[in-house]
């Protein structure tokens, strides 16, 4: 994952060339730390990372250092809120996905895809939803929100923001 929950410990993996003797990663702020690299190949790493409970809430830069260099800048989030993992098929409004309220949910989307989430709203209460995926800078790479009522109604939708670029963002008052 690109992120995870303030006091948890998560798994996550790095890709490359050439990372089968990884020895370590280097965080710049403090909050996260390396617990252990489970697994080491030459294109893969996966390490267990805890968050810090007090750890900054936003990105923090990370880089994996291996006997033969060190690599290259990346990206880790850190947030308020559990983390849900996106499961498939969730494409069609018949099979999305139930997400509580105050989730973050990490997931890939491949070209064209369309994923589908459901979440129970209540009237007069804001509903916020954020996507961070051109911000990633992993890919050219322009989401768009669409929130619908339980009819398929549109209630609110957005491409491209001011401040978040291709990256969307909507908050309204559920009807």
Do not use: W
Request: hydrophobic share 40%; net charge negative.
């Amino acid at each position: 994952p690109a992120g995870a929950q303030r006091g948890t410990t998560v798994e996550i993996t790095l890709r490359g060339d050439r990372l089968a003797d990884a020895q370590e990663i280097f965080f710049y702020a403090p909050g996260l730390s390396l617990e252990k690299i489970v697994s080491a190949k030459d294109k893969e790493v996966k390490a267990l990372v805890a968050v810090a409970p007090d750890c900054r809430l936003g990105e923090h830069a990370l880089r994996l250092r291996t006997a033969g260099g060190i690599s290259a800048l990346r990206l880790f989030y850190v947030g308020p809120f559990p983390t849900l993992e996106e499961k498939e098929p969730n494409n069609e409004s018949a099979k999305a996905q139930p997400v509580a309220l105050n989730t973050t949910v990490h997931g890939t989307i491949g070209n064209e895809d369309i994923d589908f989430f459901s979440v129970e709203a209540k009237k007069d209460r804001r509903l916020s939803v954020e996507i961070e995926g051109a911000r990633l800078g992993r890919t050219m790479f322009d989401p768009v929100i669409t929130v619908q009522d339980a009819t398929g109604r549109t209630v609110a939708s957005s491409d491209d923001t001011p401040l978040l670029g291709h990256d969307g963002y909507v908050s309204f008052l559920a009807p």
